[in-house]
Structures are given as C-alpha cells and as structure tokens.
C-alpha cells in the first residue's frame, strides 16, 4: 500500500495495535514496530507500506507546515499538565481516561471515544491533563500549536 506524498504536510504515525509496519521510500526507512511510541516524518516523502507481521491500526496526525506544528503525547499514567496549545485532541486508545481542563468538571472517555478541546475565541486553551482510569490504560493526545 502507498502513503499519498502530502507536500508541506508533517505527520505522526502511532502504532495502535498490530504487528510491525515498514515504510519505505524515499530517504531512511521507518518502522511502526512498538506501539504507543510516536513516529515523525515529513508527508512530502513518497512512500510504500509494508505490513511485516500482519494488520495494524494507527493514529495518524498531519500537520500543515508553516501553519500548525504538532506532536502526539503518550499517556499511560496521570495527571501531569500537557503543555499550553492551540488545540488538543485526545483519544482514549485502550481504556478510559478522564481530561481536565481548568474551569470545566472532568470529562470521561471512554475506550476508543476522542475529545477535543479548543477555546470558542480562538486563543490557546488554559491547559490539558489527561489521567487514564484504569491498568494499563493509553491515552494519545495530539498537541496543535499555530506555527
């Protein structure tokens, strides 16, 4: 399977679930091989995909550059504050998890259930803490900040 070259595009790829997928192309190769570990990559490469070890599923965050910059945040335990951003999205890639945001009662999300947060006006939200509820719970949170 190829992935589409999306010029002036940053993406990041998270393995969900799934064996090993290997992307190749131009410049090095890539590998989806552990999951919750993020990998960045410019979407101006063309590139195929091989699954190695059988399906997988993944997150995937495409950026336009020079207009947003992002990064996913990989929660597996709680509380600590996600850096001040332009919007986040946050999905609940197994187990529930709960989001506070400052001056809003928590939110519960429920396995496979996102979130996302972003202020009416605008301006950048007060803040983010993601806690997953429960053993082993994940939390992937993809932070937008304007370039």
Do not use: K, Q, W
Not at 13 to 30: F, K, N, Q, T, Y
Request: aromatic share 4%; net charge negative.
């Amino acid at each position: 399977m190829d992935l589409s070259p999306l010029a002036g595009v940053d993406r990041t790829l998270v393995l969900l679930a799934g064996g090993v997928c290997g992307l190749e192309g131009e410049g090095e190769p890539l590998e989806l091989r552990a999951t919750f570990e993020p990998i960045s990559f410019s979407g101006d490469r063309s590139l195929t995909c091989s699954l190695v070890a059988g399906p997988v599923r993944d997150f995937n965050l495409m950026v336009r550059r020079g207009t947003a910059r992002g990064d996913v945040v990989v929660r597996r335990e709680g509380g600590e504050a996600i850096a001040r951003a332009g919007t986040y999205v946050c999905y609940a890639a197994t187990g529930a998890s709960e989001c506070l945001v400052a001056g809003h009662p928590p939110i519960a999300l429920a396995e496979s259930h996102t979130l996302v947060v972003t202020s009416d006006d605008g301006s950048a939200p007060s803040g983010l803490s993601v806690n997953p509820l429960e053993a082993g719970s994940v939390a992937l949170v993809a932070v937008i900040r304007p370039a």
